[in-house]
């Protein structure tokens, strides 16, 4: 791509989260929490994960809310405005990777404007206000680093990833099933992954050790999506009252999913160890990324963003009918469970609770079944999108 080409896409890119940004501009699901986080961190303790039920990730994004929080109160800013932005900025940086690695593809423009316009990014960065964007950037160039070369760039951009959001970790093995690498080259990747992280937790960990293992590492997600959230939405269906989301109430629903995610994760591992698969590293990252989305019941909205940049990268069939599942999926989740994130008064007429209620259950099923199809046809080539 040319540089004018570059700069048009980031343009359009940058238009098209703007304005969800800035008319959305209410404290309302996340934002609210990240608010909450921001006003204890600066009144009541530097420590989030002492806060319960506010803050399940690592330590980096805490200090983004903080200083949101401190832009807002100093200067008269909006806070869901300031809080976004950083997530604008890190989806701008994908689009950027994308118009960079499309082309030695055989892809060329077309992964930067897909991702560019696709409507779950806008959901979850401009509406939603989500920050999975950037710990993915950073899995896109530790998987451009290590194409070049560069594992310990590489490792240190995937350790920037797990130190914004937990799900990167899961790629971690993925690298190092990679062939060509000796077990000491191997151990080294890992340190630089994780050192880091096991670092910043320290302080948390010296300061309430267990404020930090229930907030972050009990945490089971929440079943908005996946097949326990498909499952939650056909009870309400049946019985007109709609199950609570959190983890809690499904127990024996996120065990089940945590031993069918695990052996599918692990069957993955086995057989890029042992050659069987023939994926490049972007390939089986997806293949880890639509796992988790098939098997793992309990599912949060912005879990549905994690696989958009490979599929812009690598394109094909059911990427495009995931991509319209996921969108209708959305939508009626936030009309349905969420409205505020999309608008501030009741809503349109054409789309009420209870239709958007049915909307969402059956993009939930859409969602499923689209990525699992993808999922068990990843070694055929995929057609161009």
């Not at 405005?81 to 077309?110: F, Q, Y």
């Not at 191997?186 to 293992?213: M, N, Q, S, W």
């Not at 639509?290 to 940049?309: H, I, M, N, R």
Request: aromatic content about 12%.
């Amino acid at each position: 791509m040319t540089v004018r080409q570059r700069a048009m896409v980031l343009a359009v890119a940058l238009a098209v989260r703007l304005v969800p940004v800035f008319i959305a501009d209410r404290e309302v699901a996340d934002v609210l929490r990240y608010r909450k986080v921001a006003d204890h961190v600066q009144d009541v303790s530097w420590n989030p994960y002492a806060a319960a039920r506010l803050f399940p990730y690592p330590p980096v994004w805490v200090w983004v809310e903080a200083g949101a929080g401190w832009l807002s109160r100093q200067g008269g800013l909006s806070f869901p405005v300031v809080v976004k932005l950083p997530i604008v900025a890190a989806d701008l940086g994908i689009v950027w990777w994308l118009a960079t690695w499309g082309p030695p593809r055989g892809r060329g423009a077309r992964p930067a404007w897909i991702y560019a316009l696709h409507p779950v990014s806008v959901l979850i960065t401009g509406f939603h206000g989500q920050f999975d964007a950037a710990a993915l950037l950073f899995v896109l160039l530790a998987i451009s680093c290590w194409s070049q070369a560069r594992p310990a760039q590489s490792a240190l951009a995937l350790s920037a990833a797990v130190g914004l959001k937990s799900f990167p970790v899961l790629l971690l093995p993925v690298v190092l099933a990679q062939p060509g690498q000796t077990i000491r080259e191997r151990l080294r990747y890992a340190a630089l992954v994780l050192g880091p992280v096991l670092l910043l937790l320290v302080p948390y960990a010296v300061a309430d050790l267990g404020a930090l293992r229930r907030e972050l590492f009990t945490y089971g997600g929440v079943a908005d999506f996946g097949w326990i959230g498909l499952t939650r939405g056909v009870r309400w269906l049946a019985t007109g009252v709609l199950p609570r989301s959190e983890a809690v109430y499904w127990s024996g629903h996120v065990l089940a999913a945590k031993v069918l995610f695990l052996a599918s994760y692990g069957g993955l591992l086995v057989a890029l160890v042992r050659g069987r698969l023939g994926w490049d590293l972007p390939r089986a990252c997806l293949s880890v990324m639509l796992a988790f989305v098939v098997f793992y019941g309990a599912v949060s909205a912005q879990y549905l963003l994690w696989v958009v940049p490979f599929g812009a990268l690598l394109g094909g069939r059911h990427f495009a009918v995931y991509s319209a599942a996921a969108t209708v999926a959305l939508v009626g989740f936030y009309v349905f469970l969420a409205p505020g994130v999309l608008w501030a008064g009741p809503g349109p007429a054409w789309l009420d609770r209870y239709s958007a209620g049915i909307v969402w259950v059956a993009g939930v099923g859409g969602v499923l079944a689209s990525s699992a199809a993808w999922l068990f046809t990843l070694n055929r080539p995929a057609e161009p999108a």
